[in-house]
């Protein structure tokens, strides 16, 4: 069976500073981790993927996450904030051998504002 | 290139009351999912398909039906209604060797 916990169901950052999004994993086997990113009234969007290969990840507008097999985590960072970047950001984790395809889980989400 | 649509946008019913959600993709996409979205509790896999002609229970199946006829369309049912299903339901596909493409979302609401 496989979990997420994401610390933090609001974070605000100022325009230009540092992102960090915090996921912590639970997995029996090998995991597969993402961030989705959904904005207002939207579905899911992919945003960066680990699959077993380097564990420094970079996805789209910026994005990098770091797996640590060692605290079970997979957060989400970006070096400047952009106002863009306001959305809610969402941890999952498969144990599939595949994409994750099959009983993918979610956190709970993280609502990001951004301040001007 | 539509992706993944779901039909309808918006629904209101009452108590009581049955509804069918409609999920069509154009990818050949041979995994389909419903997912139910809810304020402080993310994403929770109501049902899916590993292809036509199958379905199987995902983390909270009760009071939903699916089918599956057609590779390309996945119907989620509700046969009767509760203010508990008000939500935000969103269907996703994928191949196995991709990342999910989500819907929009049809936001239901029962009274």
């Known amino acids: 069976a496989q979990s997420v916990t994401q610390l933090g169901s609001h974070v605000s950052v100022s325009e230009g500073a540092l992102v960090l999004l915090r996921c912590n994993y639970s997995?029996?086997?090998?995991?597969?981790l993402f961030w989705y990113v959904q904005y207002p009234n939207q579905g899911l969007q992919l945003l960066l993927k680990?699959?077993?290969?380097?564990?420094l990840v970079k996805g789209i507008n910026g994005f990098e996450a770091e797996f640590k097999k060692s605290e079970t985590s997979f957060h989400l960072t970006k070096p400047s904030a952009h106002m863009s970047d306001a959305a809610e950001y969402f941890c999952?984790?498969?144990?599939?051998?595949?994409?994750?395809?099959?009983?993918?889980?979610f956190g709970t989400g993280t609502r990001l504002t951004i301040i001007p | 290139n539509a992706g993944v649509t779901q039909t309808p946008k918006f629904r209101v019913l009452k108590t009581g009351q049955s509804m069918t959600l409609l999920c069509a993709q154009d990818?050949?996409?041979?995994?389909m999912y419903w997912y139910r979205q809810d304020p402080g509790m993310g994403l929770r896999l109501i049902h899916y398909?590993?292809?036509?002609?199958?379905?199987a229970k995902g983390e909270v199946p009760d009071g939903y039906n699916v089918s599956r006829l057609k590779k390309q369309n996945f119907l989620l049912g509700l046969e009767s209604a509760a203010p508990s299903q008000t939500s935000v339901y969103f269907c996703?596909?994928?191949?196995?060797?991709?990342?999910?493409?989500f819907g929009n979302g049809t936001r239901l609401t029962v009274t």
């Open positions: 996703a596909s994928g191949t196995g060797y991709s990342p999910l493409h």
């Open positions: 997995s029996s086997v090998p995991p597969y």
């Open positions: 680990y699959t077993s290969a380097a564990t």
């Open positions: 999952a984790v498969s144990g599939g051998s595949n994409f994750g395809n099959e009983k993918l889980t």
């Open positions: 990818m050949n996409h041979e995994y």
């Open positions: 398909s590993v292809g036509e002609g199958t379905t």
